[in-house]
């Protein structure tokens, strides 16, 4: 029975490269169906005295059905639609194929009735006619269906088969299922699918069993061939996913997962949005509630900048600040191409183009006095939020000069110039490398954060925000991790103990913009970050991801002023909670107005020097916990 469906389907689709068919053989084909429907609907019913039937009549009614059926093909252009592709709207067609046929022959009927009785012979009987368009209907539709089907399976050019498992056996899994079915471009075989749900273990979905996620194991892979695995649960807590889809990690298996319904096209999900997992759903925590109410009263009608705006950190501020209704937003930075490329998203985009907040967007750097004096005195910003600064530990190893001229005495012009214009609040953006630092960039920011902190003023007050990694910001790891696999790899990993602490981009933002709001004169916040990532792992996990499982990891060595780990201070003994437990407020060491301007004052003479060594080595007395590690500047911890 298979081989003569095979050969029926060849015959209606036509040769296997073939793009397609004629639409008058396809009218032809329905026709056929038509004519087919018929008889065997009358062998039906009459199959226990066949001998009764009367061919003529039969034969007379065959032909007014065949053609008010092909009336109806034309006026619908049902037969126009590809077999192959046969959907949900070609369903549609037939449904007003077969109405516009029952009402054509039953006006047909009822005129024929009161005006030509002797043509009766043409039309069968109301009832037979209601059963002839619905039998029609149905196999019209289920031979359109058999067709795809059969094209998918046997006649269309593919590469290997793909088994899949589908994780989650709800409503989501089901639709799942349905879009790979009707995925013309590749052909998959769902073997099973797992849900912990005892209602559902042991039953099946369309012909395919429901099993407990315990019996997901590397023998069950290996036995069933699985090459991917769906996470077809969209409202899963965070926590739930990390583990679903490192088991599929574990296992070896392609994970992928479908996302929001809210974001599926008219409702319906195509294999096109099923998405492959990204290392940030490994990374990501449950989201963290904040108090938009502090938030919104402190930039509600207020006039705010923003340094550092084209950065990672930056754009994201203020991406969220203009959420707050703030009376005017500056957005200022030294970049010309990223700042340009953030006013035209911010323009262009919703939802912020119908915000309607004034966005001014100003090219200048931090470290020029000047430019920055005429900036405060333009637009006279009421909340300051720096992230300007560079953070590259490496580079600015090798470049002391602008890591201080920059992160120091630029912050040192904003906190002045902010002081002196009476803003309400500054907020510094700083980092966790600033706590005992090795590095030079993190020295640079701790003693930014030391100036600010020293600053007294009734009318502003100065905050610092202080924070580890964010995922995807620009020079992190994980965008590394991807240029190198898209060549292939290797993957380079400094070291195989090193550890990071991770948070995303709107995550951090938001904390700053809450720790801003809450903050009172020379507070240091602290954020929770999280549990601790190993970089190797890291890199393993994003291999096995990619499904490239031949990449190596190559061990590169520390770089200069790199840590194995980054200290934040988040403990009990070094902190006071606050009123939002993901911010704690940092207990530290107290600088005087006077000395920290002494030091800073000292630490201008020696920029002005241009020798590294003697720049590093006034830090070190400002910061008497910065120790160099493998850095050339490790010399100077000796003397």
Known sequence: MKKILIYFARLVYGKRNSNSIPRW???????????????????????????????????????????????????????????????????????????????????????????????????????????????????????????????????????RIINVIIYGAGDAGRITQNALYNDTTRQYTIKAFFDDSPKKIGKSINGVKVLNPTRLTREYIMKNNIDMMILAIPSISIKERKDIINMGVELGLNVKSIPHINTW??????????????????????????????????LKDKVVLVTGAAGSIGSEICR???????????????????????????????????????????????????KMKDVFDRFKPQIVYHAAAYKHVPLMEEFPYEAVYVNVFGTKNVVDLAMEYKAEKFVMVSTDKAVNPTNVMGATKRIAEIYTQSRQSD???????????????????????KKQLEK?????????????????????????????????????????????????????????????????????????????????????????????????????????????NAEILELGDMLDTCDGYKIVGKMKQIVPEFKSNNSIYAALDHK
Do not use: W
Not at 111 to 116: A, D, E, I, P, Q
Not at 266 to 294: M, W
Not at 462 to 475: K, P, Y
């Open 320 to 370: 969220q600040v203009l959420h707050y209704a703030p009376k005017k937003l500056v957005l200022l930075d030294q970049a010309e191409s990223p700042l340009y490329d953030l006013q035209f998203e911010l323009k262009n985009n919703e939802p912020y183009k119908t915000l309607g907040v004034p966005m001014e967007f100003v090219i200048a750097n931090v470290k020029d006095y000047r």
């Open 488 to 596: 292939g790899g290797p993957l380079t990993v400094t070291d195989r103990n090193i550890i990071r602490y991770f948070m995303t981009i709107p995550e951090a933002c938001s904390l700053v913009l809450e720790a801003g709001s809450i903050g009172e004169n020379n507070n240091i916040f602290v954020f929770d970050m999280g549990k601790p990532v190993k970089i190797y792992d890291l890199a393993k996990k994003m291999i096995m991801l990619s499904n490239m499982n031949g990449v190596e990891i190559e061990i590169t060595g520390l770089r200069p002023g790199e840590k194995l780990y980054e200290e934040l201070l988040a403990t009990k003994e070094n902190t006071i909670e606050t009123e939002n437990p993901k911010i704690m407020r940092a207990k530290v060491r107290q600088y005087t107005k006077e000395d920290v």
């Open 25 to 159: 053989l396809i009218l032809l084909f329905d026709v056929f169906i038509v004519i087919f429907s018929y008889v065997l609907l009358l062998l039906l019913r009459n199959y226990d005295h066949l001998e009764d039937i009367a061919i003529a009549n039969s034969l007379k009614e065959l032909l007014s059905v065949v053609i008010v059926f092909t009336i109806s093909f034309f006026v619908t252009k049902s037969y126009k639609g590809m077999l192959r592709y046969s959907g949900f709207n070609d369903i549609v067609k037939l449904i007003y194929v077969t109405a516009i046929s029952f009402v054509i022959l039953s006006i047909g009927k009822f005129l024929l009735c009161h005006f030509f009785p002797s043509l009766l012979d043409f039309f069968p009987t109301y009832t037979g006619l209601l059963f002839i368009c619905i039998f029609t209907f149905m196999t019209l539709t289920g031979s359109r269906l058999i067709i795809r089907r059969i094209y998918n399976e046997y006649l269309r050019p593919h590469a």
């Open 265 to 298: 096209i008219n409702g319906e999900l195509t294999v096109n949005q099923i998405q492959d997992v990204k290392i940030e759903d490994l990374l990501g925590r449950e989201p963290i509630s904040l108090s938009n109410k502090n938030v919104s009263k402190e």
């Open 459 to 481: 009318d502003t007050k100065f905050i610092t925000t202080r924070f580890g990694n964010v995922l995807g910001s620009n020079g992190s790891v994980i965008p590394l991790f």
